[in-house]
């Protein structure tokens, strides 16, 4: 590859055109890139209709639901100290009607088009046959310790999933951004049901600050939600887990996310905000999968190597998923999914074709309009 090459622009699966060798961008970039471009007449002509009869409607429903919420999120909190304006303090009514959040967040996806979200199960039993046969770990000698914290781990695909995932587990918090934590409405939600917030100065000390927050868990508080990946992907790829959530050698909860799509595909890598909700909204309909999977209790030698304890929990995820997408294919289910790759690239590589994007190294080449 000579960086002056000015042959031909090169098509990339996404809707991109580069100058560089298509070949060696698929590799580093595959699980950020667009997969639904070019964009069809029929998804065009239906976005069209739908943003005149549908969206205005849609973004209605909405814009009441997160009203209700808002005022349900002050009311419960009139006479406590600021100091303890968080769901950990709630206690009666009050607590109940904080926990009606994941109702609001399940009619809110219902309002964007999902309609229906199909539940599948792994059992103990296909998780611990991985663990023997793949990793060659004895299970029967590890210690099922049901009083200690669980935290959940998630694939990240979509900008929503953490709207799904409050209405699967009801009230939860999670690992965001500090910048969030100033932003409207959000911001003082997220600190209520206590998000941990993370920022270029802290970033280092991550993964104590998720240690420390799973060692003082004691059960009448929010459990804590981490998406191991530390970025979105384009649902097709399970990049690298960060050792954040396993640095603490505890009992994880593994949890998948799944978006089959035709015409628009809902995850969110490299598509303008503005864009993606427009598309979204524009839907009539988004299937949605969620694979709830039993606590994965730790090994010795996992609990002693965090490194290793994300590995296995990712290829006990990916394999218990393509699995059961092989079953249903088999028995004529057709899903729009496909089987999922293990890569490894990381946010880094996600922010690096951000960067090139920006620099002009890569530009959308087909309907620009959207």
Not at 66 to 78: A, D, E, G, L
Request: positive net charge; proline residues 4%.
């Amino acid at each position: 590859m000579v960086e002056g090459d000015e042959t031909a622009h090169i098509p990339l699966n996404g809707g991109f055109k580069t100058k560089y060798d298509s070949n060696d961008i698929d590799e580093i970039y595959s699980p950020f890139v667009r997969r639904d471009y070019p964009i069809t007449n029929y998804e065009k002509c239906k976005l069209i209709f739908n943003a005149i009869f549908l969206l205005p409607l849609r973004v209605f429903i909405i814009g009441i639901l997160c009203f209700i919420f808002w005022v349900v999120s002050n009311v419960v909190f009139i006479g406590m100290d600021s100091e303890k304006r968080s769901f950990d303090h709630l206690r009666g009514m009050k607590k109940w009607l904080y926990l009606s959040a994941g109702y609001f967040c399940r009619v809110g996806l219902f309002s964007s088009g999902f309609l229906s979200i199909q539940r599948w199960h792994v059992t103990k039993e296909q998780m611990d046959k991985i663990r023997r046969t793949d990793l060659k770990i004895n299970v029967e000698n590890i210690i099922h310790d049901s009083s200690a914290p669980c935290t959940i781990v998630c694939n990240h695909i979509s900008m929503l999933d953490v709207i799904v995932l409050l209405s699967e587990f009801n009230i939860t918090s999670f690992v965001a951004h500090e910048r969030l934590k100033d932003t409207v409405f959000f911001g003082k939600w997220m600190k209520q049901i206590n998000c941990l917030f993370v920022s270029e100065d802290n970033k280092k000390e991550l993964a104590d600050l998720i240690k420390n927050r799973q060692m003082l868990h004691d059960f009448k508080s929010t459990r804590m939600v981490i998406f191991p990946e530390g970025t979105t992907t384009n649902g097709s790829y399970h990049i690298l887990f960060n050792r954040g959530a396993f640095s603490a050698g505890m009992p994880v909860q593994p949890c998948m996310l799944r978006y089959p799509w035709n015409h628009f595909c809902p995850s969110w890598e490299t598509i303008p905000v503005h864009t993606y909700f427009l598309r979204l909204l524009t839907q009539f309909y988004i299937p949605l999968h969620v694979i709830h999977f039993p606590i994965y209790y730790p090994s010795l030698h996992e609990q002693n190597d965090p490194t290793v304890f994300a590995a296995n929990v990712r290829h006990v995820m990916t394999k218990c998923t393509n699995r059961m997408f092989t079953k249903q294919m088999k028995s004529g289910y057709k899903s729009g999914l496909e089987i999922i790759k293990v890569g490894n690239q990381t946010r880094k590589d996600k922010l690096s074709l951000h960067d090139r994007i920006i620099n002009g190294e890569f530009e959308w080449t087909k309907n620009k309009n959207f």
